[in-house]
């Protein structure tokens, strides 16, 4: 019992980071480019989910679906299923400047149901609404003081997208889910072989309990290899992450 409990403060570590965002409306119109991506996520050698993600973008907008599920031991005993979308513009000058416009967000599990809804205009939250209430939190910071944050799904798909040599292993996100901040910083890259290891960094900056969260940095690893399709391309192999109570990793299988 102890482990399924472990095993369930990891997912919550995990959904604050990555994955409470929102519910897409897919409009497939226009000339967009498609990425999919489905991962395995497992720690200390146990599969607990997966996670699976469609991504379509042209220069100027972007829209990301996606849906995460327990697995094995975990989705026996907590059923937890996340469908979530975000839709948003890219910056004119770095096609890696993702703005979001509006994340929308469905989670479940065995023990409840929750909705979520947050909107941006000029690079800030200007609705933010959890149904049938936020979870409670008393060092949740106030959303609408924040600006040139990006929604947890969002850099989820910075992270994991197509990228050319020169963009491997660079960039620094602010992320928000609505109550909290945390920073995702690319620092060093390693070759090895015909492989590139981009390692980073989560810090938890505000929002979080200190007492639950003494360590406040977590190291992050991106596996990427050369596409098969175009060889100016590197696409992610895999990840991992370190999290208050272990390495998970993340083994993509599409």
């Given at each position: 019992?102890c482990?399924?409990?472990?095993?369930?403060?990891?997912?919550?570590?995990?959904?604050?980071?990555?994955?409470?965002?929102?519910?897409?409306?897919?409009?497939?119109?226009?000339?967009?480019?498609?990425?999919?991506?489905?991962?395995?996520?497992?720690?200390?050698?146990i599969?607990?989910?997966?996670f699976?993600?469609?991504?379509?973008?042209?220069p100027?907008t972007?829209r990301?679906?996606?849906?995460f599920?327990?697995?094995?031991?975990?989705g026996?005993?907590?059923?937890?299923r996340?469908?979530?979308?975000?839709?948003?513009?890219?910056?004119t000058?770095?096609?890696l400047?993702?703005?979001?416009l509006e994340v929308?967000?469905?989670?479940?599990s065995?023990?409840?149901?929750k909705q979520?809804?947050?909107r941006?205009?000029d690079?800030?939250i200007?609705?933010?609404?959890?149904?049938?209430?936020?979870?409670?939190?008393?060092?949740?910071i106030?959303?609408?003081?924040?600006k040139?944050v990006i929604?947890?799904?969002?850099?989820?798909?910075?992270m994991?997208?197509?990228r050319?040599?020169?963009q491997?292993?660079?960039?620094k996100?602010?992320?928000?889910?609505g109550?909290?901040v945390?920073?995702?910083?690319?620092?060093?890259?390693?070759?090895?072989?015909?492989?590139?290891?981009?390692q980073?960094?989560?810090?938890?900056?505000?929002?979080f309990d200190?007492?639950?969260?003494?360590?406040?940095?977590?190291?992050?690893?991106?596996?990427?290899?050369k596409?098969?399709?175009?060889?100016?391309?590197?696409?992610v192999?895999?990840?991992?992450?370190?999290?208050?109570?272990g390495?998970?990793?993340?083994?993509?299988?599409?």
């Amino acid at each position: 019992m102890c482990r399924y409990i472990k095993l369930r403060l990891l997912i919550s570590d995990i959904l604050k980071v990555y994955f409470q965002a929102g519910l897409l409306y897919f409009l497939s119109s226009g000339a967009f480019l498609a990425e999919e991506f489905s991962f395995k996520l497992s720690t200390k050698g146990i599969t607990f989910a997966s996670f699976q993600m469609t991504a379509k973008n042209d220069p100027r907008t972007y829209r990301i679906s996606s849906v995460f599920e327990s697995s094995g031991i975990l989705g026996a005993f907590t059923r937890i299923r996340i469908v979530s979308g975000a839709h948003g513009k890219i910056g004119t000058n770095d096609n890696l400047d993702f703005r979001p416009l509006e994340v929308l967000s469905k989670w479940q599990s065995l023990i409840n149901k929750k909705q979520s809804k947050i909107r941006y205009k000029d690079n800030k939250i200007i609705y933010y609404e959890v149904l049938p209430k936020a979870r409670k939190n008393l060092y949740a910071i106030d959303p609408f003081t924040l600006k040139g944050v990006i929604d947890p799904l969002t850099v989820t798909f910075w992270m994991l997208k197509n990228r050319t040599f020169n963009q491997l292993c660079r960039g620094k996100k602010l992320v928000s889910e609505g109550q909290s901040v945390i920073s995702v910083h690319f620092q060093n890259k390693k070759e090895t072989d015909d492989l590139i290891h981009c390692q980073g960094q989560f810090k938890f900056l505000k929002g979080f309990d200190p007492n639950k969260y003494k360590k406040t940095n977590y190291s992050f690893n991106l596996t990427y290899e050369k596409s098969k399709q175009n060889l100016n391309i590197w696409t992610v192999k895999s990840m991992s992450f370190d999290t208050r109570i272990g390495l998970v990793k993340a083994l993509r299988n599409r």
